[in-house]
């Protein structure tokens, strides 16, 4: 049986988490005990589909539900923090930490790192990202360019621990056949 977990580790997706400012080991357990049941489950239903793309589905559907929860919670989390900002000042509101926030920041990078791990198309990723950084910085106030490139790191850190190879290029391979099959 596959447990979350493991399969993470065996992508080295666990390497992301010396890169977050945040706890991401807290995230990373946080994370695998809320759906490790669907992830088994799944793997359990189809045990012949590859545990990466079991993983896709997995991030595809929680980094859908923690930016709903964020848009939801948009208003709520900005009158938090003006609350705080006003009676303890802007430096000492910044403290606290907002846990959907982390949530979703966590959940992107790891969506984003699988996504380069399985040589996905990176435009995709990079609209995503992007969207994903908007969707923070309006909470935030961080730089949208600044917050999607360390998103797509996630991205390329994916590629670049990878074992799958592309040993010819799609577009190059598709116009060999046009050649080739008339």
């Not at 390497?15 to 080991?25: E, I, P, Y």
């Not at 938090?80 to 966590?106: I, P, V, Y």
């Not at 699988?114 to 198309?121: A, N, S």
Request: hydrophobic fraction near 40%.
């Amino acid at each position: 049986m596959n447990n979350l977990d493991s399969a993470l580790k065996e992508i080295k997706a666990d390497s992301l988490l010396s890169a977050f400012v945040f706890d991401g080991q807290a995230q990373w357990g946080a994370f695998c005990e809320e759906h490790n049941a669907l992830f088994e489950r799944v793997s359990q239903n189809k045990p012949e589909t590859a545990a990466t793309y079991h993983l896709l589905g997995l991030l595809t559907k929680a980094h859908i539900n923690a930016q709903t929860a964020l848009e939801q919670q948009k208003e709520s989390l900005e009158a938090m923090q003006k609350a705080l900002s006003d009676n303890l000042g802007q430096q000492n509101a910044q403290r606290f930490e907002n846990n959907t926030l982390s949530k979703l920041l966590f959940i992107t990078h790891l969506w984003l790192y699988l996504q380069g791990y399985m040589k996905m198309d990176f435009s995709l990723a990079n609209d995503h990202a992007e969207q994903t950084a908007k969707v923070i910085s309006t909470l935030t106030g961080q730089d949208i360019q600044a917050l999607r490139v360390s998103l797509v790191e996630s991205f390329y850190k994916g590629d670049e621990h990878s074992i799958i190879v592309r040993t010819t290029n799609p577009v190059l391979a598709w116009l060999k056949s046009l050649f080739h099959g008339s």
